[in-house]
């Protein structure tokens, strides 16, 4: 009997995450569908608007049992991993030295760590035509005041799904790093958006990110960029010095020094 095919998408339960259950649901033939998140109500909700079967996996990715929960369940069904999808994440904004630090770990423990840990595990049950999609941030571009442990993170999760990337070529494994701009998720409002952040230029929909990086990954890029206010963005940002990429942003978002 053939190995079930799957698909695992983590941080499921709101946001970009649960757009991406949605797009691939649309886009993708499964055997299940793996949804990943503490909710495990939110992620029963998901069963009734897919047409390919849902798997529930109520895990929290920053404890290690739940990290080995995971393995030990690919261990004993040894599925055929076609796509996976980390867009699990947290953030918060504010002065480093006023925000408090076990939730700046947590942030840097689920962006960074965790996702580090999924993929290698993963990997065993991926061939080549699979493929790893990791949420990485617009913010992984430059140094970010005010968001300064999650900006970072996010430069992680770019520069890891590159490095990574170009290991998995010969594998025929391909790699995809999100770059969203500003997103209209509830990402905003747990991490303190609205009292750091004045200017914003363009809002975008979750499910506008998660079909722009399915595209993405069928036309072979290694990034996935959602809007040509954001890719403009991009391109001043490798190009102009440090100081006035973070000075530029303390102007806009009016911030005190």
């Known amino acids: 009997m053939p190995n079930k095919k799957i698909a695992i998408i983590s941080g499921a339960s709101a946001g970009i995450g649960r757009e991406f259950v949605l797009s691939v649901d649309r ?6 569908i793996w949804v990943i998140a503490r909710r495990e109500e939110r992620l029963k909700e998901l069963q009734d608007k897919c047409k390919n079967t849902v798997r529930p996996l109520p895990l929290d990715l920053l404890k290690d049992e739940s990290i080995k ?17 980390n867009a699990a994440g947290c953030g918060y904004f504010g002065k480093f030295e006023d925000l408090d630090m076990d939730k700046q770990i947590q942030s840097l423990k689920l962006n960074s ?4 840990e ?9 061939k080549k035509g699979s493929a790893i999609i ?9 140094p970010v005041p005010y968001m300064t442990v999650y900006g970072a993170s996010k430069s992680y999760v770019l520069n ?40 914003v230029d363009k809002w975008f929909e979750p499910s506008e ?3 722009q990086a399915l595209k993405d990954l069928e036309t072979g890029k290694t990034v996935s960029i959602l809007g ?30």
């Open 27 to 32: 886009d993708y033939s499964l055997d299940e």
């Open 69 to 85: 929960e995971f393995s030990d369940l690919l261990e004993t069904e040894k599925p055929e991993i076609e796509l996976l999808v």
């Open 113 to 116: 760590v965790a996702l580090t």
């Open 118 to 126: 999924i993929c290698h595990i993963a990997l065993p049950y991926m």
């Open 134 to 142: 990791n949420l990485g941030s617009n913010s992984a571009w430059q």
């Open 160 to 199: 890891f799904s590159r490095a990574l990337g170009r290991e998995l070529r010969s594998k025929g494994i391909k790699v995809v790093c999100v770059c969203p701009g500003w997103v209209k998720t509830e990402f905003q409002e747990i991490a303190g958006h609205d009292k750091y952040v004045k200017y």
């Open 209 to 211: 990110v998660a079909d």
């Open 228 to 257: 040509s206010n954001v890719r403009r963005q991009v391109r001043l940002v490798k190009f102009a010095p440090t100081d006035f990429v973070m000075d530029t942003w303390y102007k806009q978002q009016k911030l005190e020094e």
